[in-house]
């Protein structure tokens, strides 16, 4: 006869009808009452107790995010999975729909205000430049349901193929870059520019911080904007673009004006060495940081590579919790609902793998995995693991002990030919000529002195 063993555990949730509204153990950087307090703040906390109460209506919301293939009656699957032997109300797809109808967009904009920010310590590595928060600021753009609701709004993008398939809205963030966490964002239809997004984003710019941009926010008025907030600024612009020589520097950077902002200017020469040869580019960056000595023009070109870190949030986002899927929702209101959530959820994965990270000092926050803390934080809502805190407060928990088990390794210097990942035609992403082979680099960068 084989031998058998019994493993029971204790799951503790929220009684009654609540216990569905969990986010496992993420749970704990989105508690409970902070949710009650926003429901109440914006007037969505129920007169009397539904059998879908806005709080539980909120956290299924939320793990729509982590389980963003699954429709919401699955979702409702997932949250219930470990609450085996609880009286659970078992809802409809219509019953879902017409929860998050009533509980609408304004809850989850509130969470958001309340967890966006650095989700960083003073302690935690590579978040900051002699003393100035790095953050840099970026668009990206998002699909959503081809439904007529949605077309009012969001309009398809135009192409010499007929257009997308599906309508599409514009996403701009204010990005931490040593922990990829969202300090701001702001979406809109595509006729919104970028640079009108970066002036709304600008609310949240601030002395002590060095923002880095492409050459795309170089243009006179924005700079004038985001310099009256009092925060550096390290931008790129064109080459070509003629500035005035005011004063000359020893480091090769010299003085200038971009309207009536006050910047130093520095060209550069950057070549990047493979083993299938060498490739040159020039580049100019514009910079508030006016003291040579204090910032010395190489380490600057340096420093500006963190701007791609808001391209690698871009991609956790789209790639690694979306899956390159469309959103879900078919209305206006529905897409900022879900885009909220989105947010949320990005920004409560962030915080727990700097959580974990600043638990062994040095390490730095790039060396933790996003594909492990999502995967380790879905199973943590199947099985209702980790809702509520013990009295002994364990920091790193589930989430951050598998991050800190599978670290990535240091990262090394390596390059990419850029290509089209998702062509409107299938006949320009096909080709047997395409590189795509990532490859080790060097990179040699010489100041120009011999500007205009």
């Not at 190489?298 to 991609?315: F, K, S």
């Not at 926050?365 to 693991?385: C, E, H, K, M, Y």
């Not at 009295?391 to 089209?420: N, Y």
């Amino acid at each position: 006869m084989l031998d058998q063993i019994a493993i029971t555990r204790t799951v503790t949730v929220a009684a009654g009808v609540f216990a569905p509204g969990h986010l496992g153990e993420l749970t704990r950087l989105i508690p409970f009452e902070m949710v009650d307090d926003v429901l109440a703040a914006t007037g969505r906390l129920q007169q009397r107790v539904r059998l879908l109460p806005g709080r539980v209506v909120v956290y299924l919301l939320l793990a729509g995010v982590l389980f963003a293939e699954y429709g919401y009656l699955q979702v409702w699957q997932q949250l219930t999975a470990g609450l085996a032997g609880l009286p659970l109300v078992k809802p409809s797809s219509s019953a879902l729909r017409q929860a998050r109808q009533r509980l609408g967009s304004a809850p989850l904009r509130a969470l958001f205000d309340l967890l966006r920010g650095p989700a960083a310590t003073s302690a935690t590595p590579a978040v900051r430049w002699q003393g100035l928060l790095l953050t840099a600021v970026d668009g990206t753009t998002l699909s959503v349901a081809d439904a007529a609701a949605v077309g009012v709004r969001y309009r398809k993008q135009r192409g010499n193929h007929g257009g997308a398939g599906y309508p599409t809205l514009r996403l701009s963030a204010l990005l931490a870059c040593g922990t990829r966490s969202v300090i701001d964002a702001v979406f809109d239809p595509l006729g919104t520019s970028e640079l009108d997004q970066a002036r709304v984003l600008a609310r949240s710019l601030k002395a002590g911080m060095l923002l880095l941009a492409d050459r795309n926010y170089a243009a006179a008025d924005l700079v004038k904007t985001l310099a009256a907030t009092k925060a550096e600024l390290l931008i790129r612009c064109k080459s070509g673009r003629r500035l005035p020589v005011i004063t000359r520097h020893r480091d090769g950077s010299w003085l200038s004006t971009i309207g009536t902002v006050r910047v130093r200017v520095i060209d550069a020469r950057i070549a990047v060495k493979t083993s299938t040869g060498t490739s040159t580019g020039d580049y100019r960056l514009i910079t508030t940081l006016l003291d040579a000595r204090r910032h010395p023009a190489r380490e600057l070109i340096t420093l500006y590579h963190q701007r791609w870190e808001i391209e690698t949030a871009y991609l956790e986002l789209k790639s690694s919790i979306l899956g390159g899927r469309v959103l879900r929702a078919r209305t206006p209101d529905g897409i900022d609902q879900e885009i909220h959530a989105l947010l949320i959820v990005y920004q409560l994965l962030r915080t727990a793998m700097v959580d974990a990270t600043d638990t062994r000092p040095g390490l730095d926050p790039d060396r933790a995995s996003f594909t492990t803390a999502l995967i380790t934080a879905r199973n943590q809502v199947i099985q209702a693991a980790g809702i509520i805190t013990d009295t002994v407060v364990d920091l790193v928990g589930a989430i951050g002990q598998a991050v800190l088990d599978h670290l990535l390794p240091d990262r090394r210097i390596r390059v990419k030919a850029r290509m089209i990942k998702r062509s409107n035609s299938k006949y320009q992403a096909r080709g047997p000529n395409i590189d795509r082979r990532t490859y080790q680099a060097t990179i040699a960068i010489n100041i120009i002195t011999n500007g205009p």
